[in-house]
């Protein structure tokens, strides 16, 4: 019988977490080969930079999975900030590499916020990320690194939260889990190519 333990990230893993956010959104399907680690890395260490609570599943001592999440404490200036560090970066890259892969990824972060606005709601936590590995799938460990972020804001007495997913993820996860979709919008890599469109969505919870 495989032995599933919750631990805290340590730095050793992020080569690890790293290749995982590789695999799980097939970077090098979409993303130009000397770009892939760059843009993942970006992706990643961006997540991780404003979570508080990262929690690494293991199946017998193997990493199989992560969830990252935050209890949100940025003040009215530093989210200010960092909306503008994205528009700043987007009109760089509209300068320097318009059209590219980065570009649009820059795109769909802010993105995200306009979903957090439309959603109309206020959340004091969000959840960031959650992965499990594919030959660890159905064992339930998803569910156990949600339960255990859930318990988490618990703890801290944070009753509701939020997260940004997409149709390339699986999202009906999150429904199982009774999550509330508040909002969505259609996202385009190419002009209005139906081919290229993917759906952002902003969920909710309250514990």
């Known amino acids: 019988m495989m032995e599933v333990n919750l631990r805290l990230m340590q730095t050793s893993d992020y080569e690890e977490l790293l290749k995982l956010v590789i695999v799980t959104w097939d970077y090098r399907s979409w993303v130009q080969p000397e770009l892939v680690y760059p843009m993942a890395e970006f992706f990643l260490s961006d997540l991780l930079q404003r979570s508080d609570h990262i929690v690494i599943a293991t199946v017998d001592g193997t990493l199989a999975g992560v969830c990252a999440g935050d209890i949100i404490d940025l003040t009215k200036l530093q989210s200010f900030s960092r909306r503008q560090k994205l528009k700043a970066l987007g009109e ?3 300068q320097t590499e318009k059209d590219s892969i980065f570009e649009k990824y820059i ?8 979903l957090l606005r439309e959603s109309k709601h206020e959340f004091p936590a969000s959840l960031n990320l959650l992965i499990v590995k594919e030959e660890y799938q159905g ?8 339960r255990d972020f859930c318990q988490y804001l618990k703890n801290n007495d944070v009753h509701s939260f939020y997260l940004y997913t997409d149709d390339s993820s699986d999202y009906r996860f999150y429904e199982h889990q009774k999550m509330e979709k508040l909002a969505q919008k ?4 190419k002009p209005k190519q139906r081919a290229e469109r993917e759906t952002y969505f902003i969920y909710g919870k309250y514990i």
């Open 139 to 146: 064992l339930g460990i998803g569910s156990k690194l949600y």
């Open 107 to 114: 795109q769909t972060l802010a993105l995200d916020e306009v």
């Open 186 to 189: 259609d996202f385009y890599w």
């Open 92 to 94: 760089i890259l509209q």
